[in-house]
C-alpha cells in the first residue's frame, strides 16, 4: 500500500505564491510518474501538471508560465510551485501517482490518491 499526504494549501490573494508538497511512503518499489490534478466545485477534475522519473513535465496551457513542477526522486516528493495565482486557480488540488509496488515475482504498477488540499485565490 502507498500513501501520498500532501501539503502546502491555504489562501492567499491573487497575484500571490504557493508551494504545495506530497510525499509517498509505503511499501514502493519504485515512483514512475508524479502528478498535480484540481477540482473546482462544480466542474470535473483536471490535470495540472505531470513530471516523470527522468524530469520531464507537462503542464496544462492555463497554468504554463506560472506553476512549476519538480521532484525529488531520493524523497519519493513532488511538488508543486505556483506563482502569479489567479482566482480561477481555486481548488481542491491532489496528488497522483503511478508507482510499482511488491506483488508476485515482478511486482505491479498501481495508480495513487493524495487526500487533497485546498487552494483559495482570492481576489
Known amino acids: 500500500q502507498v500513501q501520498l499526504v500532501e501539503s502546502g494549501g491555504g489562501l492567499v490573494q491573487a497575484g500571490g505564491s504557493l508551494r504545495l508538497s506530497c510525499a509517498a511512503s509505503?511499501?514502493?518499489?519504485?515512483?514512475?510518474?508524479m502528478g498535480w490534478y484540481r477540482q473546482a466545485p462544480g466542474r470535473q477534475r483536471e490535470l495540472v501538471a505531470t513530471?516523470?522519473?527522468?524530469?520531464?513535465?507537462d503542464y496544462v496551457d492555463s497554468v504554463k508560465g506560472r506553476f512549476t513542477i519538480s521532484r525529488d526522486n531520493a524523497e519519493n516528493t513532488v511538488y508543486l510551485q505556483m506563482n502569479g495565482l489567479k482566482p480561477e486557480d481555486t481548488a481542491v488540488y491532489y496528488c497522483n501517482t503511478n508507482a510499482n509496488i511488491p506483488y508476485g515475482d515482478a511486482g505491479v504498477r498501481r495508480v495513487y490518491w493524495g487526500q487533497g488540499t485546498q487552494v483559495t485565490v482570492s481576489s
Open positions: 513530471i516523470t522519473r527522468d524530469g520531464t513535465t
Open positions: 509505503g511499501s514502493i518499489l519504485r515512483i514512475n510518474s
